[in-house]
Every structure is written in C-alpha cells, then in structure tokens.
C-alpha cells in the first residue's frame, strides 16, 4: 500500500472498483458506440455520493479528503473514462470554484444540489479565440441596473447540454487584461429533460427562473470520452444579479488558474486509471492466448512491455497522489499538479497505445476495450491545459524557485 493511502482509503476503492465493473463495464462499448450520456448510472452514482465525495457533509457531500475523490476518479476511468469526466468535470470545475470562492449564500444554494448529484454543473471558459491563452477572453460582463449582462460564448463545454449550474468567465474590465476577468454562476434547464424526469436526477425545479439568455449549442461528435456531454455554452444578453457574481470583480483569472491546478490533478488521476485499465486487459489477454504453440506471456518481449508498463504506470501514480498529498497538506502544489497532468496523460498514451499493440487485430476491434481506451486517452493530453502548457508552467515554476533562492 503506498503512503498515501490508508486501509480505509483501499476499502473505498474496493467498493468504487465493484460498483465501475458492476455497472458501467456492462454499458461502457454501447454508450461509446451511441454517443449517449448515461443518465441511469448517473443516477446510480449520485446515489452513492460520488459527485460530492470531498465535500463537507453540511453542504451535501460525503465528508472525505481529496485522495478519496482521486480514487473515485481513477477507479471510474479504469473502467470507463466518460464515466470518469462526468464527475470529474462536474466536481473539480463545475463545484469546487462554488465552494471555495463563493459566499455562504451562494454555497447554501447551489452546492447541495451540485453535492448530492441533483443536478450536473460545468465550468465555462474555453472559447473560440480563448484556449491555452484562457486570459484572451472575449465574452464580456457589462454594469446594467444593478447586475451584469454577459454576452458571448464558451465551446467544448462538459456538460453544457446536460448540466443546470455553470460557473463562467467574462471580462468585465479589458483594460487590466487577466486582472480584468470576473466569474459568475449562471444557470440554464437540462437539454435532456425527459431522461433527466425519468431517472430522478439532472433538473432541479428551485433553481427557476433560470439565467435568462444562457443555452447549449450543438453537441461534439467527439473521437473519445463519447458517453460525456461537450457542447457550446451560448451566452446571448444574459442578465446575471450581482449576488451571483463569484468572488470581487477582476479575481476570476487568478481563481480559475487555481481550479485548473486541482483541475490537472484530477485529468492526472483520470488518465492514470485509463492505463492501468488498459494494462489490465493486456495483462489478462497475454496470459490465455497463445502463439507458436506458446503462451504469449511466456515470450521475452512481451514480458519486457509489461515491465515497462507497469514501472511507467507505477511513477505516475506517485506523480498524481503526491500533487494531492500536497493539497491535502496546504502545500503549494502547483508545480506537482502540471507534473502529474502531463506525465499521467502522456503515459496513458503510450501504455493504451501498446495495449493494443499486444492485443494485435483482436486490440483494433471493439471486441475489447483498449481501443476505446486509447481514444479516450488523448484528450487527457489536450484538456486542462496541453502538455505544452504544462511544460511551460513546469519551468516557470523552477525559474521562479531559482530567482527567489530556493
């Protein structure tokens, strides 16, 4: 057991792993293959309180730390990465922002709804002149009769046409570029409000009158992750009360660059369950096929990328739990967090990408998950921040440590 976890840490995981192999392994190829958003296990993990895990329990949540969440993560995404994104996306970006910035007011209001998995939320940002240069915002926060009025839009938005509570970005003083964005929480009814009626979860009624002029766009046909909800967030003249804006007007640079910090922990912790999913596949395939009359796992080259694998997927799992012990602690963990974002997602790459190397044809069909794997992997090197930006905030990091003596 590594240091990060304790016995009831593995306890957790053992029950997470039981309910993913239960219940998603059986849906996962035909959710990939239809596109399709899985509200019946989205109702069964809001049941269990997955989407609330770190969550102190008087806002709805179940009161654990922050490994306890990764190890959800992970364990979601050994089995099924859309799984996996639909809380991550919805903790980290959609919530978190909300617990940690907001008031008490804002927190007694959306929160529990957002904890308790009652209905799904988002974090819009990225835009189509905004994306690794997330300060070159464009939507913008107009002063009107008390309130803002928010115009523009967000795209590959989590969640957009599912979710109802969305924490977005715009620009509310140009002049002070990154110093100048503010966030706030709008809202907008589910797109799959028959579905979301049906399971018992996804729209939640006291949230009425939604943010006028906030609505989902069209849905991406994605390569990966295609049982998770991607749209555009469209923003056309929506009216948002100043009680709603998140934090002091000019603070949403600085608190979203720290979201994306635990943000690239948790992609970290999603990629690092993709590869020991696809290195358990490979595992278990080498050890009944045979060739030339031999078990595969009895050939030297074979037994080699397993090796490989396996001391790969090990350094990654100290990379994304020590960047959470680090939070966990109060430690600054910005550096750690970009290390385990872009080892993770580069590792997952490869091991899904040799897993079906060893798999040979059987690997290139939908007869077995790693190549759905494999898909889903390379998002993990795109979103949150390329590996590029992680690079770049990697060295940044070291630079600065080396000017101020450290």
């Known amino acids: 057991m590594l240091p990060y976890f304790t016995e009831e840490h593995e306890r957790f995981r ?34 269990l309180g997955l989407f609330g895990v770190n969550v102190p329990r008087e806002l709805g949540g179940l009161g654990r730390d922050y490994v306890s969440y990764l190890l959800v993560i992970e364990e979601l995404a050994r089995v099924d990465a859309s799984h996996a994104i639909t809380v991550s996306a919805h903790s980290t970006l959609g919530m978190s922002p ?6 008490d007011e804002q927190r007694r209001r959306y929160v529990p709804l957002l904890a308790q998995g009652r209905v799904l939320g988002g974090f819009g940002l990225t835009e189509p002149g905004a994306g690794s240069d997330a300060s070159g915002s464009r939507t913008v926060a107009i002063r009107e009769n008390g309130g803002y009025r928010l115009r523009g839009s967000k795209i590959f938005i989590t ?22 964005i503010t966030s706030f929480i709008v809202t907008k009814e589910t797109t799959d409000r028959e579905a979301a009626d ?7 009624p006291e949230l009425e009158p939604f943010t006028p002029g906030v609505r989902a766009g069209k849905k991406e046909d994605k ?56 290195f358990d596949e490979a595992v278990r395939f080498v050890g009944t096929r045979h060739q030339f009359g031999r078990p595969l796992s009895e050939f030297q080259g074979i037994q080699f990328s397993l090796a490989e694998m396996a001391t790969e997927i090990t350094a990654a799992r100290h990379l994304v739990y020590h960047a959470a012990w ?3 602690k109060g430690e600054p963990y910005t550096q750690a967090a970009s290390m385990a974002k872009l080892y993770a997602s580069e590792t997952a790459m490869r091991i899904t990408t040799r897993a079906v190397q060893l798999l040979g044809g059987y690997g290139y069909t939908n007869d077995y998950p790693v190549e759905r794997m494999m898909r889903d992997a390379k998002i993990c090197e795109i ?12 060295a940044r990091q070291i630079l600065r440590s080396v000017a101020n003596g450290a």
């Open 14 to 47: 053992g029950r997470i792993r039981e309910f993913a192999e239960a219940e998603i392994a059986p849906i996962a190829r035909q959710a990939d293959e239809e596109s399709r958003f899985p509200w019946e296990n989205v109702r069964k993990m809001a049941d």
């Open 98 to 103: 909300i617990v940690n910035f907001g008031t």
């Open 159 to 180: 969640h957009a046409g599912v979710g109802e509570i969305f924490v977005v970005t715009a620009v509310t003083d140009r002049s002070r570029g990154a110093r100048g």
């Open 198 to 204: 049906r399971v018992g979860v996804g729209h939640a």
């Open 223 to 278: 390569m990966g992750w295609r049982a998770s909800d991607t749209r555009e967030l469209l923003i056309d003249d929506a009216i948002v009360p100043e009680e709603n804006r998140l934090g002091a007007e000019g603070e949403g640079f600085i608190n979203f660059m720290k979201t994306l910090d635990a943000g690239r922990i948790g992609i970290g912790a999603l990629a690092l369950g993709l590869a020991q999913g696809a």
């Open 326 to 328: 680090l939070k966990e």
């Open 383 to 394: 979103g949150e921040g390329t590996s590029e930006i992680q690079k770049l905030v990697i």
